[in-house]
């Protein structure tokens, strides 16, 4: 069985979304691509939203990782900005958007006005309580690695409805199937439904 992930970095891996990095060229699988907050580079916006836009081929299946980030050193104002702007452009070409969000939950709820895409925050390992704002918001969220060890991200899982979850690897260096095994347990499903309810969910982003 094959088990797809949904935010990595590994161009080895072909059943998934790849984030490309700003100026990397897009691979011959899907990828996402996107201005991440950390990378904004103030003084040439421009450019990067030009490779951005010409970079849109018929594997991108979504803009991300974007979003903002309360430790980049780019100020809010001009976060909000080129993330609103990504946001505009996901609604033109009609592609998800994976969300990077760090200590900024309540500013990229108060953003979903504007996205007329399904937004995905991806890596997500915060509290039950920011969980339960984004998914009354409509938010989609993709778990991680920490659902192996952390008690408490767990349990915000459980609760989580399973038409609503993705699961990646991003940056860490472990094998997809082990954490689709970990909540296959959790949500007390098969492994074979669990699979099936991802794909489903990808076809529900896919299509708006």
């Known amino acids: 069985m094959e088990f797809f992930d949904f935010h990595h970095h590994k161009k080895n891996i072909s059943n998934g979304i790849y984030n490309i990095n700003i100026e990397t060229v897009p691979p011959d699988f899907p990828y996402s691509i996107g201005i991440h907050p950390k990378e904004i580079d103030i003084y ?3 450019n990067q939203f030009n490779w951005l ?18 430790f980049a050193e780019t100020d809010q104002k001009t976060q909000q900005e080129v993330f609103l702007r990504q946001i505009k452009f996901a609604n033109e070409i009609k592609k998800p958007i994976i969300i990077h969000c760090v200590r900024k939950f309540y500013e990229v709820i108060s ?17 039950q309580s920011i969980a339960d704002d984004l998914l009354k918001n409509n938010f989609y969220l993709s778990f991680g690695k920490a659902v192996l060890y952390n008690l408490s991200l767990q349990n915000t899982l459980k609760i989580t409805p399973l ?3 993705f699961l990646e690897t991003d940056n860490d260096d472990f094998n997809i199937e082990e954490l689709y095994l970990k909540v296959s347990e959790i949500k007390e499903i ?4 669990l699979n099936k309810q991802i794909v489903e969910n990808l076809e529900m982003i896919k299509n708006g």
């Open 44 to 46: 040439h916006i421009e």
């Open 53 to 70: 836009e010409s970079n849109i081929t018929k594997n991108c299946f979504a803009i991300g990782e974007c979003g903002l980030d309360s």
């Open 111 to 127: 953003l979903k006005k504007y996205a007329k895409q399904p937004m995905i925050i991806h890596g997500f390992n915060k509290k």
């Open 163 to 165: 038409n609503k979850i």
């Open 190 to 193: 098969s492994l074979e439904n």
